[in-house]
C-alpha cells in the first residue's frame, strides 16, 4: 500500500489508481539493476554450493585421518597386550622416502603432491640396462638365438615351477610365517582364492601392519582384487588403498624390491581411467620404483617383464600422447622396440617359459622390427605355454590374431 500511495499523485484521492512516476530511463535502469542482483544470486548460490562440497571433501579427509589413528592405537594397543616385540627398522633403509621425487626442470605441483617433469633417480638405469649398452648390435641375433636354444630345451617340461621357498626374517613369529604362506598359496590359486587371501590379509592388518613381508603382500592383494574387478570407480578404490599402503612401507623399508614393484603397478592402475597427462606422469612413476626393485633384485624376471611393458607402450605412444608429452614434460620418456625386446629376452634367460604373454611381446618386437621369422619362433614357443592367468587369455588372442595376418 506505501509503495502504491507513492506512485500517486499527491492530489489524489482514496479511489485513484496507481500510475508509474518513473520516466523510460529510469524504468531501463531499475530493470539493469535488478538483473544484475538476480545474477549476484546466481553466483552466490554457486559459491555457497562449492563451499558445501569443499567442507564435505574437508569432513572426509577428517573422518579418514580420524580412523587411521584409531587403527593405529588400536595396534599399538594389541601389541602390548599380546606382547609382540617392535620391529626396528634396519640402518640401511632409514633414508628418505623414494615417493618423493625431484624432477630435473619445470617442476609443477599436483593435486596428491607428486612432481611433473623427468623424475632424477638414485638408479636411473638398471644392472641389465647398463650391460645391454655395452653389446654391440651385432651380437644380438646370436644372443637371441642362444636363448631359443635354451627355451627349446627348457620348454619340455610345461610344469609351472614353485615360487621360490618363503625367505622369512627369524625375528618373525610363527603365526605370521604361517599367515604368509597361505596368502602366497592364495594368490597362485583361482579367483575365488585372491579373493580369500585378500580377506585374509585384511583380517590381520592390525596384527601385522608393521611388518615389511606382510604389507607388501597386502599390496599385491589389493592388485588381484583390482583385476578381478569389474566395476571402474571400485578397481580405483583398490589400487588406491593399495598404493597408500605402500606408501607408508617405502618411507620404511626403501631397499625392498618388493615394495618398489608393488607401489611401482598400483600406480599405474591408479592412473588406468585418468587423462593423457595423469597416465604418462604415472609412467614416470612406474619406471622410477622398477628401476630401483631392478638394482635391488637384479634376478627377478617378473621385474625385467615389467620394464618391458613399459618400454614397449613408449615406443609406441600414440599422437596424442607424444603431443601432451612434448607439451608438459621437458624430458620426456624415451624407449624403443630393441628396448623392451632385450627386457623380454632377459626374462626367458633368467626363467624359461616365465609367461606366454612375455613370449607373445618377443614376437610382435620381432616383427616390428621386421624379423619375421623368429616372430613366428616364439610365436610357436608361445603356443607351447599353457594358459593359467587372464593376462595368458588375453596374450591367446593377441597371439590368434597375429597368426590371422
Known amino acids: 500500500q506505501a509503495m502504491s500511495r507513492a506512485l500517486l499523485p499527491a492530489a489524489a484521492g482514496d479511489g485513484a489508481m496507481a500510475s508509474p512516476l518513473l520516466r523510460q530511463d529510469q524504468q531501463l535502469q531499475l530493470l539493469e539493476r535488478l538483473d544484475f542482483v538476480g545474477k549476484n544470486v546466481v553466483e552466490l548460490r554457486k559459491e555457497v554450493e562449492e563451499l558445501r562440497n569443499s567442507l564435505r571433501h574437508l569432513a572426509a579427509?577428517?573422518?579418514?585421518?580420524?580412523?587411521?589413528?584409531?587403527?593405529?592405537?588400536?595396534?599399538m594397543t594389541r601389541r602390548r597386550k599380546v606382547g609382540i616385540p617392535y620391529s626396528r627398522d634396519r640402518s640401511d633403509s632409514t633414508g628418505s622416502s623414494s615417493i618423493y621425487f625431484t624432477a630435473s626442470s619445470g617442476n609443477i605441483l599436483t593435486d596428491d603432491g607428486e612432481s611433473e617433469g623427468g623424475y632424477t633417480t638414485a638408479n636411473a638405469e638398471s644392472d641389465y640396462d647398463r650391460e645391454s649398452e655395452r653389446e654391440s648390435e651385432e651380437g644380438e641375433d646370436d644372443v637371441s638365438c642362444d636363448t631359443v636354444r635354451t627355451v627349446r630345451r627348457d620348454s619340455l617340461d610345461l610344469a609351472p615351477e614353485e615360487e621360490n621357498p618363503l625367505d622369512l626374517d627369524s625375528t618373525l613369529?610363527?603365526?605370521?610365517g604361517q599367515l604368509l604362506e597361505q596368502a602366497d598359496r592364495l594368490h597362485s590359486g583361482n579367483e575365488?582364492?585372491?579373493r580369500e587371501g585378500f580377506q585374509l590379509l585384511l583380517n590381520n592388518k592390525l596384527a601385522y601392519a608393521g611388518q615389511q613381508e606382510f604389507l607388501w603382500r597386502l599390496a599385491r592383494a589389493h592388485c588381484d582384487v583390482w583385476e578381478l574387478t569389474e566395476d571402474a570407480e571400485q578397481r580405483r578404490s583398490y589400487a588406491a588403498r593399495g598404493k597408500e599402503e605402500m606408501e607408508l612401507?617405502?618411507?620404511k623399508w626403501d631397499q625392498s624390491a618388493e615394495c618398489h614393484q608393488w607401489f611401482a603397478i598400483l600406480c599405474g592402475q591408479v592412473s588406468e581411467q585418468e587423462s593423457i597427462h595423469k597416465r604418462i606422469q604415472a609412467g614416470y612413476v612406474f619406471k622410477e620404483h622398477i628401476d630401483k626393485a631392478i638394482a635391488l633384485k637384479p634376478q627377478d624376471p617378473q621385474l625385467h617383464y615389467l620394464l618391458g611393458r613399459w618400454c614397449y607402450q613408449v615406443a609406441h605412444l600414440g599422437w596424442p600422447e607424444k603431443r601432451t608429452v612434448?607439451?608438459?614434460?621437458?624430458s620426456p620418456p624415451t624407449a624403443t622396440v630393441e628396448d623392451a625386446l632385450q627386457n623380454?629376452?632377459?626374462v626367458e634367460e633368467l626363467s624359461p617359459g616365465f609367461s606366454k604373454?612375455?613370449?607373445?611381446?618377443?614376437?610382435?618386437?620381432?616383427r616390428d622390427l621386421g624379423n619375421d621369422s623368429a616372430a613366428e619362433l616364439w610365436m610357436d614357443l608361445a603356443a607351447e605355454l599353457p594358459g593359467n592367468t587372464k593376462e595368458d587369455a588375453e596374450s591367446e588372442k593377441v597371439l590368434e590374431e597375429m597368426r590371422s595376418f
Open 173 to 176: 613369529d610363527e603365526g605370521l
Open 344 to 346: 623380454f629376452l632377459r
Open 192 to 194: 575365488r582364492d585372491r
Open 326 to 330: 612434448s607439451a608438459l614434460f621437458e
Open 357 to 366: 604373454a612375455g613370449r607373445v611381446y618377443i614376437a610382435k618386437c620381432y
Open 249 to 251: 612401507a617405502l618411507q
Open 61 to 75: 579427509e577428517i573422518v579418514g585421518e580420524v580412523r587411521t589413528h584409531l587403527e593405529e592405537t588400536q595396534r
